[in-house]
Protein backbone atom coordinates (compact mmCIF):
# COMPACT_ATOMS: atom_id res chain seq x y z
CA UNK A 1 0.00 0.00 0.00
CA UNK A 2 2.96 2.48 1.03
CA UNK A 3 4.73 1.53 -1.78
CA UNK A 4 1.66 2.09 -4.11
CA UNK A 5 1.38 5.55 -2.80
CA UNK A 6 4.92 7.05 -3.67
CA UNK A 7 4.59 5.47 -7.26
CA UNK A 8 3.81 7.88 -9.67
CA UNK A 9 0.26 7.28 -11.49
CA UNK A 10 2.45 6.77 -14.58
CA UNK A 11 4.42 4.20 -13.66
CA UNK A 12 1.20 1.90 -12.72
CA UNK A 13 0.44 1.88 -16.32
CA UNK A 14 3.94 1.08 -17.01
CA UNK A 15 2.79 -2.26 -14.61
CA UNK A 16 -0.13 -2.89 -16.80
CA UNK A 17 1.23 -2.73 -19.91
CA UNK A 18 4.17 -4.67 -18.61
CA UNK A 19 1.62 -7.88 -17.73
CA UNK A 20 -0.53 -7.36 -21.07
CA UNK A 21 2.74 -7.71 -22.73
CA UNK A 22 3.25 -11.64 -21.17
CA UNK A 23 0.19 -12.54 -22.59
CA UNK A 24 -3.62 -12.94 -21.42
CA UNK A 25 -3.84 -14.53 -17.94
CA UNK A 26 -4.89 -18.01 -19.18
CA UNK A 27 -8.11 -19.93 -18.35
CA UNK A 28 -7.93 -23.37 -16.77
CA UNK A 29 -11.29 -25.26 -16.83
CA UNK A 30 -12.30 -28.24 -15.03
CA UNK A 31 -15.31 -30.98 -16.54
CA UNK A 32 -17.36 -31.77 -14.46
CA UNK A 33 -16.89 -28.51 -12.46
CA UNK A 34 -18.60 -29.70 -8.91
CA UNK A 35 -17.95 -33.74 -9.42
CA UNK A 36 -20.52 -35.53 -7.35
CA UNK A 37 -19.31 -39.86 -7.21
CA UNK A 38 -21.08 -43.02 -5.34
CA UNK A 39 -18.97 -44.39 -2.85
CA UNK A 40 -16.14 -46.49 -4.60
CA UNK A 41 -17.16 -44.95 -7.88
CA UNK A 42 -14.82 -43.91 -11.14
CA UNK A 43 -14.69 -40.19 -12.30
CA UNK A 44 -13.56 -39.17 -15.85
CA UNK A 45 -12.12 -35.49 -15.54
CA UNK A 46 -11.15 -33.11 -18.39
CA UNK A 47 -8.93 -30.47 -17.61
CA UNK A 48 -9.05 -27.77 -20.68
CA UNK A 49 -7.27 -24.62 -21.27
CA UNK A 50 -7.16 -21.73 -23.57
CA UNK A 51 -3.74 -21.32 -23.84
CA UNK A 52 -2.46 -21.53 -26.70
CA UNK A 53 0.71 -24.08 -26.43
CA UNK A 54 0.33 -25.88 -23.23
CA UNK A 55 3.37 -27.51 -22.24
CA UNK A 56 1.76 -29.70 -20.07
CA UNK A 57 -1.89 -30.39 -19.05
CA UNK A 58 -1.45 -32.20 -15.19
CA UNK A 59 -4.20 -33.72 -12.73
CA UNK A 60 -2.84 -33.48 -8.91
CA UNK A 61 -4.70 -35.87 -6.67
CA UNK A 62 -4.13 -38.25 -4.05
CA UNK A 63 -6.71 -41.04 -5.97
CA UNK A 64 -4.87 -43.33 -8.34
CA UNK A 65 -4.99 -41.76 -11.58
CA UNK A 66 -4.52 -42.60 -15.41
CA UNK A 67 -4.45 -40.38 -18.52
CA UNK A 68 -7.40 -41.46 -20.84
CA UNK A 69 -7.15 -38.90 -23.83
CA UNK A 70 -5.35 -35.78 -24.35
CA UNK A 71 -6.06 -32.72 -27.13
CA UNK A 72 -3.55 -29.99 -27.87
CA UNK A 73 -6.03 -28.22 -25.32
CA UNK A 74 -7.16 -30.62 -22.52
CA UNK A 75 -6.61 -33.94 -21.18
CA UNK A 76 -8.78 -36.24 -19.62
CA UNK A 77 -8.12 -38.54 -16.27
CA UNK A 78 -9.38 -41.40 -15.03
CA UNK A 79 -10.01 -41.89 -11.27
CA UNK A 80 -10.91 -45.06 -9.68
CA UNK A 81 -11.90 -46.12 -6.70
CA UNK A 82 -13.30 -42.79 -5.10
CA UNK A 83 -14.31 -43.17 -1.32
CA UNK A 84 -13.92 -40.12 0.31
CA UNK A 85 -14.16 -36.55 -0.78
CA UNK A 86 -10.39 -35.34 -2.27
CA UNK A 87 -9.46 -32.30 -3.72
CA UNK A 88 -8.91 -32.49 -7.36
CA UNK A 89 -6.02 -29.83 -9.04
CA UNK A 90 -5.42 -28.82 -12.80
CA UNK A 91 -2.50 -27.37 -13.61
CA UNK A 92 -1.50 -26.05 -17.31
CA UNK A 93 2.31 -24.87 -18.33
CA UNK A 94 1.92 -22.66 -20.37
CA UNK A 95 4.55 -21.05 -22.58
CA UNK A 96 5.31 -17.62 -21.21
CA UNK A 97 2.99 -17.34 -18.81
CA UNK A 98 3.08 -18.76 -15.33
CA UNK A 99 1.63 -22.17 -14.37
CA UNK A 100 -2.20 -22.03 -14.12
CA UNK A 101 -4.35 -24.02 -11.53
CA UNK A 102 -8.27 -24.66 -11.29
CA UNK A 103 -8.91 -26.87 -8.21
CA UNK A 104 -12.15 -28.46 -7.28
CA UNK A 105 -13.48 -31.36 -4.98
CA UNK A 106 -15.33 -34.41 -5.70
CA UNK A 107 -17.98 -35.22 -3.46
CA UNK A 108 -18.60 -38.65 -2.78
CA UNK A 109 -22.51 -39.19 -1.87
CA UNK A 110 -23.82 -40.64 0.88
CA UNK A 111 -27.24 -42.58 0.59
CA UNK A 112 -29.69 -41.40 3.08
CA UNK A 113 -29.51 -44.44 5.85
CA UNK A 114 -31.93 -43.87 8.67
CA UNK A 115 -35.23 -42.06 8.44
CA UNK A 116 -37.53 -41.76 11.70
CA UNK A 117 -41.14 -40.43 12.19
CA UNK A 118 -40.89 -39.33 16.24
CA UNK A 119 -43.56 -41.00 17.58
CA UNK A 120 -47.41 -39.41 17.13
CA UNK A 121 -49.54 -38.84 20.26
CA UNK A 122 -51.51 -41.61 20.07
CA UNK A 123 -55.13 -39.51 19.53
CA UNK A 124 -55.11 -36.37 18.07
CA UNK A 125 -58.12 -33.86 18.30
CA UNK A 126 -59.55 -33.11 15.03
CA UNK A 127 -59.02 -29.80 14.27
CA UNK A 128 -56.19 -29.56 16.60
CA UNK A 129 -52.06 -28.93 14.75
CA UNK A 130 -49.89 -31.46 15.75
CA UNK A 131 -46.26 -31.63 14.96
CA UNK A 132 -44.38 -34.71 13.13
CA UNK A 133 -40.65 -34.40 13.20
CA UNK A 134 -39.02 -36.67 11.24
CA UNK A 135 -34.99 -37.28 11.44
CA UNK A 136 -32.71 -38.69 8.73
CA UNK A 137 -29.44 -39.95 9.12
CA UNK A 138 -26.33 -39.46 6.28
CA UNK A 139 -27.97 -38.39 3.49
CA UNK A 140 -24.98 -36.16 1.85
CA UNK A 141 -24.56 -33.66 0.15
CA UNK A 142 -26.45 -31.76 2.99
CA UNK A 143 -27.69 -29.16 0.32
CA UNK A 144 -29.45 -31.71 -2.19
CA UNK A 145 -31.18 -33.72 1.06
CA UNK A 146 -34.93 -32.68 1.17
CA UNK A 147 -37.62 -34.57 3.21
CA UNK A 148 -41.01 -34.90 2.30
CA UNK A 149 -44.10 -35.41 4.75
CA UNK A 150 -46.76 -38.84 3.27
CA UNK A 151 -50.02 -39.92 4.24
CA UNK A 152 -50.44 -43.19 2.78
CA UNK A 153 -48.30 -42.51 -0.85
CA UNK A 154 -49.65 -39.20 -0.74
CA UNK A 155 -47.11 -36.24 -0.56
CA UNK A 156 -47.99 -33.77 1.68
CA UNK A 157 -44.95 -31.80 1.90
CA UNK A 158 -41.24 -30.98 1.33
CA UNK A 159 -39.01 -29.30 3.47
CA UNK A 160 -34.71 -29.40 2.79
CA UNK A 161 -33.02 -30.14 5.25
CA UNK A 162 -30.81 -27.53 7.02
CA UNK A 163 -28.26 -29.45 9.31
CA UNK A 164 -24.94 -29.57 7.50
CA UNK A 165 -23.49 -31.63 10.14
CA UNK A 166 -22.80 -35.09 8.58
CA UNK A 167 -22.28 -36.49 11.97
CA UNK A 168 -25.52 -35.27 13.59
CA UNK A 169 -28.88 -36.13 12.06
CA UNK A 170 -30.82 -33.59 9.67
CA UNK A 171 -34.37 -33.07 11.45
CA UNK A 172 -37.08 -31.19 9.75
CA UNK A 173 -40.85 -30.62 11.67
CA UNK A 174 -44.17 -30.26 9.86
CA UNK A 175 -47.42 -28.79 11.21
CA UNK A 176 -50.48 -30.73 10.22
CA UNK A 177 -54.18 -30.37 11.57
CA UNK A 178 -55.45 -33.04 12.54
CA UNK A 179 -58.63 -34.32 10.28
CA UNK A 180 -61.23 -36.75 10.06
CA UNK A 181 -59.65 -38.35 6.99
CA UNK A 182 -56.22 -38.93 8.91
CA UNK A 183 -57.97 -41.36 11.10
CA UNK A 184 -56.47 -44.64 10.13
CA UNK A 185 -54.15 -43.17 7.97
CA UNK A 186 -50.43 -44.01 7.63
CA UNK A 187 -47.60 -41.17 7.67
CA UNK A 188 -44.62 -41.33 7.22
CA UNK A 189 -41.05 -39.31 5.77
CA UNK A 190 -38.98 -39.72 2.68
CA UNK A 191 -35.79 -38.28 2.35
CA UNK A 192 -34.69 -37.62 -0.55
CA UNK A 193 -31.55 -37.20 -2.07
CA UNK A 194 -31.36 -35.56 -5.28
CA UNK A 195 -28.40 -35.14 -7.74
CA UNK A 196 -30.19 -35.64 -10.93
CA UNK A 197 -27.80 -32.82 -12.14
CA UNK A 198 -24.60 -34.71 -11.56
CA UNK A 199 -27.02 -37.57 -13.49
CA UNK A 200 -27.27 -39.35 -10.27
CA UNK A 201 -30.40 -40.09 -8.36
CA UNK A 202 -33.12 -39.83 -6.49
CA UNK A 203 -32.07 -41.93 -3.80
CA UNK A 204 -34.92 -42.39 -1.10
CA UNK A 205 -35.08 -43.90 2.05
CA UNK A 206 -38.79 -43.60 3.91
CA UNK A 207 -39.55 -44.21 7.42
CA UNK A 208 -41.78 -47.30 8.81
CA UNK A 209 -45.35 -45.49 8.75
CA UNK A 210 -47.11 -44.88 11.81
CA UNK A 211 -50.75 -44.83 11.92
CA UNK A 212 -52.58 -42.13 12.89
CA UNK A 213 -55.53 -41.82 15.26
CA UNK A 214 -57.80 -38.76 15.26
CA UNK A 215 -60.85 -38.04 17.29
CA UNK A 216 -63.63 -35.75 17.79
CA UNK A 217 -65.70 -35.99 21.40
CA UNK A 218 -68.67 -33.96 22.53
CA UNK A 219 -69.83 -33.66 26.06
CA UNK A 220 -72.14 -36.24 27.59
CA UNK A 221 -76.12 -35.38 28.19
CA UNK A 222 -77.77 -37.36 31.07
CA UNK A 223 -81.53 -37.72 30.83
CA UNK A 224 -82.77 -39.46 34.72
CA UNK A 225 -85.29 -38.19 37.10
CA UNK A 226 -84.53 -36.41 40.04
CA UNK A 227 -85.76 -38.48 42.24
CA UNK A 228 -85.56 -42.13 42.02
CA UNK A 229 -88.73 -44.06 44.84
CA UNK A 230 -87.36 -47.26 46.41
CA UNK A 231 -89.15 -49.94 44.57
CA UNK A 232 -90.40 -48.59 41.34
CA UNK A 233 -88.15 -48.53 37.66
CA UNK A 234 -87.07 -45.54 35.74
CA UNK A 235 -85.64 -44.98 32.95
CA UNK A 236 -81.86 -43.39 32.46
CA UNK A 237 -80.24 -42.16 29.23
CA UNK A 238 -77.36 -40.91 28.23
CA UNK A 239 -76.18 -39.32 24.83
CA UNK A 240 -73.01 -38.20 23.02
CA UNK A 241 -72.90 -36.46 19.82
CA UNK A 242 -70.00 -34.81 18.01
CA UNK A 243 -68.69 -38.36 18.56
CA UNK A 244 -66.23 -39.57 15.82
CA UNK A 245 -64.92 -42.32 15.36
CA UNK A 246 -68.39 -43.69 16.73
CA UNK A 247 -67.15 -47.48 16.36
CA UNK A 248 -64.09 -46.99 18.46
CA UNK A 249 -66.37 -45.28 21.29
CA UNK A 250 -68.16 -47.18 24.31
CA UNK A 251 -70.59 -45.63 26.53
CA UNK A 252 -71.75 -46.70 30.19
CA UNK A 253 -74.27 -45.80 33.03
CA UNK A 254 -73.73 -46.78 36.48
CA UNK A 255 -75.66 -45.81 39.71
CA UNK A 256 -72.92 -45.37 42.77
CA UNK A 257 -70.64 -48.10 41.73
CA UNK A 258 -73.10 -50.53 40.03
CA UNK A 259 -73.14 -50.72 36.55
CA UNK A 260 -76.32 -49.97 34.47
CA UNK A 261 -77.47 -53.09 32.23
CA UNK A 262 -78.10 -50.02 29.27
CA UNK A 263 -79.20 -50.42 25.83
CA UNK A 264 -76.40 -48.79 23.23
CA UNK A 265 -77.59 -47.10 19.54
CA UNK A 266 -74.88 -46.33 17.65
CA UNK A 267 -75.75 -43.45 14.95
CA UNK A 268 -73.86 -41.37 12.66
CA UNK A 269 -71.52 -39.30 14.93
CA UNK A 270 -73.86 -40.09 18.11
CA UNK A 271 -74.22 -42.83 20.77
CA UNK A 272 -77.06 -43.00 23.17
CA UNK A 273 -77.37 -45.38 26.54
CA UNK A 274 -80.64 -46.21 27.96
CA UNK A 275 -80.80 -48.06 31.28
CA UNK A 276 -83.50 -49.00 33.28
CA UNK A 277 -82.66 -48.55 36.81
CA UNK A 278 -84.57 -49.43 40.20
CA UNK A 279 -83.64 -49.57 43.97
CA UNK A 280 -84.35 -52.85 45.56
CA UNK A 281 -86.77 -52.51 48.76
CA UNK A 282 -84.57 -52.29 51.72
CA UNK A 283 -81.83 -50.40 50.21
CA UNK A 284 -81.03 -46.74 51.88
CA UNK A 285 -82.38 -43.72 51.00
CA UNK A 286 -80.49 -40.51 49.90
CA UNK A 287 -77.90 -39.39 47.48
CA UNK A 288 -76.64 -41.67 44.62
CA UNK A 289 -74.54 -40.76 41.61
CA UNK A 290 -75.35 -41.30 37.84
CA UNK A 291 -72.36 -41.69 36.10
CA UNK A 292 -72.12 -41.46 32.24
CA UNK A 293 -68.84 -41.96 31.15
CA UNK A 294 -67.72 -42.27 26.87
CA UNK A 295 -64.06 -43.81 26.33
CA UNK A 296 -62.89 -43.44 22.80
CA UNK A 297 -58.95 -44.57 22.72
CA UNK A 298 -57.16 -42.99 25.27
CA UNK A 299 -59.68 -40.04 26.22
CA UNK A 300 -62.64 -40.41 28.39
CA UNK A 301 -65.60 -37.89 28.90
CA UNK A 302 -67.67 -38.73 32.13
CA UNK A 303 -70.55 -36.45 33.53
CA UNK A 304 -72.15 -37.06 36.69
CA UNK A 305 -75.60 -36.15 38.66
CA UNK A 306 -77.24 -37.41 41.86
CA UNK A 307 -80.22 -38.68 42.04
CA UNK A 308 -82.81 -38.87 45.05
CA UNK A 309 -83.28 -42.13 46.24
CA UNK A 310 -86.84 -41.81 48.52
CA UNK A 311 -89.15 -44.33 49.90
CA UNK A 312 -92.54 -44.28 49.25
CA UNK A 313 -95.17 -41.76 50.48
CA UNK A 314 -97.43 -44.85 51.06
CA UNK A 315 -94.96 -45.21 54.15
CA UNK A 316 -97.31 -43.10 56.42
CA UNK A 317 -100.32 -44.27 55.75
CA UNK A 318 -99.51 -47.44 57.73
CA UNK A 319 -98.19 -44.92 60.62
CA UNK A 320 -101.90 -43.53 60.85
CA UNK A 321 -103.36 -46.66 60.59
CA UNK A 322 -100.95 -47.61 63.42
CA UNK A 323 -101.71 -44.92 65.37
CA UNK A 324 -105.56 -44.67 64.93
CA UNK A 325 -105.69 -48.73 66.07
CA UNK A 326 -103.25 -47.85 68.95
CA UNK A 327 -105.69 -44.90 69.93
CA UNK A 328 -108.86 -47.68 69.22
CA UNK A 329 -106.95 -50.08 71.28
CA UNK A 330 -106.71 -47.70 73.85
CA UNK A 331 -110.20 -46.70 74.27
CA UNK A 332 -111.19 -50.63 74.34
CA UNK A 333 -108.65 -50.84 76.74
CA UNK A 334 -109.72 -48.30 78.60
CA UNK A 335 -113.84 -49.25 78.00
CA UNK A 336 -113.16 -52.56 79.25
CA UNK A 337 -111.13 -51.26 82.33
CA UNK A 338 -114.16 -48.81 82.94
CA UNK A 339 -116.57 -52.40 82.61
CA UNK A 340 -114.53 -54.28 84.93
CA UNK A 341 -113.88 -51.00 87.36
CA UNK A 342 -117.80 -50.66 87.18
CA UNK A 343 -118.49 -54.52 88.30
CA UNK A 344 -116.15 -54.28 90.93
CA UNK A 345 -117.77 -51.83 92.18
CA UNK A 346 -121.38 -53.84 92.37
CA UNK A 347 -119.46 -56.86 93.04
CA UNK A 348 -116.96 -55.08 96.20
CA UNK A 349 -118.75 -52.29 97.38
CA UNK A 350 -121.94 -53.38 99.75
CA UNK A 351 -122.27 -50.28 100.97
CA UNK A 352 -122.04 -48.71 97.91
CA UNK A 353 -121.51 -44.14 97.91
CA UNK A 354 -125.10 -42.82 97.15
CA UNK A 355 -123.32 -40.26 95.20
CA UNK A 356 -121.77 -42.14 92.73
CA UNK A 357 -124.16 -44.49 92.59
CA UNK A 358 -126.71 -41.92 91.86
CA UNK A 359 -124.56 -40.81 89.18
CA UNK A 360 -123.85 -43.87 87.30
CA UNK A 361 -127.44 -44.70 87.92
CA UNK A 362 -128.64 -42.64 84.75
CA UNK A 363 -125.29 -44.70 82.77
CA UNK A 364 -125.99 -47.51 83.34
CA UNK A 365 -129.76 -48.01 83.34
CA UNK A 366 -130.65 -48.53 79.73
CA UNK A 367 -132.39 -46.02 78.24
CA UNK A 368 -135.84 -44.63 79.52
CA UNK A 369 -138.52 -45.64 76.96
CA UNK A 370 -139.91 -43.14 75.23
CA UNK A 371 -142.64 -41.85 76.82
CA UNK A 372 -144.75 -39.46 74.61
CA UNK A 373 -145.88 -37.36 78.32
CA UNK A 374 -142.17 -36.98 78.76
CA UNK A 375 -141.55 -35.63 75.27
CA UNK A 376 -143.88 -32.93 75.65
CA UNK A 377 -145.52 -34.54 72.24
CA UNK A 378 -148.87 -33.28 74.20
CA UNK A 379 -147.65 -30.01 74.21
C1 LIG B 1 -12.48 -31.85 -22.85
O1 LIG B 1 -12.88 -30.47 -22.81
C2 LIG B 1 -12.59 -29.73 -24.02
C3 LIG B 1 -12.98 -28.28 -23.78
O2 LIG B 1 -14.28 -28.17 -23.38
C4 LIG B 1 -13.33 -30.37 -25.19
O3 LIG B 1 -13.04 -29.70 -26.37
C5 LIG B 1 -12.97 -31.84 -25.30
O4 LIG B 1 -13.69 -32.47 -26.31
C6 LIG B 1 -13.18 -32.56 -23.98
N1 LIG B 1 -12.71 -33.91 -24.09
C7 LIG B 1 -13.48 -34.97 -23.82
C8 LIG B 1 -12.85 -36.30 -23.97
O5 LIG B 1 -14.64 -34.84 -23.53
C1 LIG C 1 -11.38 -49.08 -2.94
O1 LIG C 1 -10.74 -48.38 -1.90
C2 LIG C 1 -10.95 -48.92 -0.61
C3 LIG C 1 -10.28 -48.05 0.41
O2 LIG C 1 -9.80 -46.91 -0.12
C4 LIG C 1 -10.39 -50.33 -0.57
O3 LIG C 1 -10.65 -50.90 0.70
C5 LIG C 1 -11.05 -51.18 -1.64
O4 LIG C 1 -10.48 -52.45 -1.67
C6 LIG C 1 -10.88 -50.50 -2.98
N1 LIG C 1 -11.65 -51.24 -3.97
C7 LIG C 1 -11.15 -51.58 -5.17
C8 LIG C 1 -12.05 -52.34 -6.06
O5 LIG C 1 -10.03 -51.30 -5.48
C1 LIG D 1 -51.63 -48.63 7.98
O1 LIG D 1 -50.67 -49.58 8.35
C2 LIG D 1 -51.20 -50.67 9.07
C3 LIG D 1 -50.05 -51.57 9.48
O2 LIG D 1 -48.85 -51.18 8.94
C4 LIG D 1 -52.20 -51.42 8.21
O3 LIG D 1 -52.75 -52.47 8.92
C5 LIG D 1 -53.29 -50.44 7.78
O4 LIG D 1 -54.18 -51.09 6.90
C6 LIG D 1 -52.70 -49.24 7.11
N1 LIG D 1 -53.75 -48.29 6.85
C7 LIG D 1 -53.99 -47.79 5.66
C8 LIG D 1 -55.12 -46.84 5.54
O5 LIG D 1 -53.32 -48.09 4.69
C1 LIG E 1 -27.60 -29.82 -5.29
O1 LIG E 1 -27.24 -28.70 -4.51
C2 LIG E 1 -26.44 -27.75 -5.21
C3 LIG E 1 -26.08 -26.67 -4.24
O2 LIG E 1 -27.19 -26.15 -3.62
C4 LIG E 1 -27.22 -27.22 -6.40
O3 LIG E 1 -26.42 -26.33 -7.15
C5 LIG E 1 -27.64 -28.37 -7.28
O4 LIG E 1 -28.43 -27.90 -8.33
C6 LIG E 1 -28.40 -29.38 -6.49
N1 LIG E 1 -28.75 -30.51 -7.32
C7 LIG E 1 -29.99 -30.91 -7.46
C8 LIG E 1 -30.25 -32.05 -8.36
O5 LIG E 1 -30.91 -30.36 -6.87
C1 LIG F 1 -73.93 -35.04 44.63
O1 LIG F 1 -74.00 -35.12 46.02
C2 LIG F 1 -72.77 -35.10 46.70
C3 LIG F 1 -73.04 -35.29 48.17
O2 LIG F 1 -73.90 -36.34 48.36
C4 LIG F 1 -72.07 -33.78 46.40
O3 LIG F 1 -70.81 -33.76 47.00
C5 LIG F 1 -71.93 -33.62 44.92
O4 LIG F 1 -71.38 -32.35 44.64
C6 LIG F 1 -73.25 -33.75 44.23
N1 LIG F 1 -73.03 -33.72 42.80
C7 LIG F 1 -73.78 -33.02 41.96
C8 LIG F 1 -73.43 -33.16 40.55
O5 LIG F 1 -74.70 -32.31 42.34
Excluded at 17 to 24: E, K, N, V
Excluded at 331 to 352: C, E, H, K
Aim: with cysteine; hydrophobic share 40%.
Amino acid sequence: MALLQVWPKSSLHLLVFAIMLSGAPGIIWIEPPDPVITPGGNLLVNCSTDCDQPQLIGLETQLDKTQEDKGVRWSTFLLRNITQDTLLLCFVNCLGKDQMLHNTTVTVIRLPENVQLEPLPPWILVGQNFILRCQVWGGKPRQNLTMALLRGPQELSRQAVSEQDLGKAAEVTFTATASREDHGANFSCRAELDLSAQGLGPYQKSSTPKELHTFALGTPRLTAPNLLEVGKEETVSCEIDELFPVENAQIHLSLGRRSLNSTVKRGQDTLRATAPVAIAEGEREGQRQLTCSVILGDQNREVQRNLTVYKSSRDPVPIVTGVLLALGLAVLAWGIAMLYFRQNLRRDSYTPQPLPLQHLAPMARPEPGPEPGNLGLGQ
